[in-house]
């Protein structure tokens, strides 16, 4: 299930692909409501890196898409694409707020900033 190697965004320019405006109230409604939430493919080595530093700090509660296993994974990236400016996963949201990808992820857990971020959001932590 999901995606598929031929419905991977890899084959396909995200501007172009199509999707319901159901489909974007949706990711809309998923961002503002999830105190952490994270948009992933299971194969990607940065999705990898994310997750095992979040696990890593006692984050448990975050809630992850795998874009690559749902059937409407391409129209969820081309979402994030138009709302965002951002092709690649992760694709990072804590407390609604597009945080970036891992490379950000990384940067504010080093700047002890990313601590703050999961506090405010009420995410169990222990950076």
Same mark, same amino acid.
């Given at each position: 299930?999901? #995606?598929?190697?031929?419905? &991977? &965004?890899?084959?396909? !320019?995200?501007? !172009?692909?199509?999707?319901? *405006?159901? #489909?974007? #109230? &949706?990711?809309?409604?998923?961002? &503002?409501?999830? *105190?952490?939430l994270i948009f992933s493919k299971s194969y990607c080595p940065y999705c990898v890196s994310t997750k095992s530093l979040l696990h890593s700090h006692g984050v448990t509660t975050a809630v992850y898409r795998e874009v690559n296993k749902e059937v409407d994974g391409l129209e969820t990236q081309a979402i994030l694409y138009k709302l965002y400016d951002q092709k690649t996963v992760p694709s990072i949201f804590i407390s609604g707020r597009h945080i970036g990808g891992n490379a950000e992820l990384q940067k504010l857990a080093k700047e002890g900033k990313l601590k703050q971020l999961l506090d405010a959001a009420r995410v169990p932590n222990s950076f």
């Open positions: 299930m999901g #995606q598929g190697l031929f419905k &991977s &965004s890899y084959f396909y !320019d995200l501007k !172009d692909v199509k999707y319901t *405006p159901e #489909q974007k #109230q &949706s990711i809309e409604g998923l961002i &503002s409501k999830e *105190p952490l």
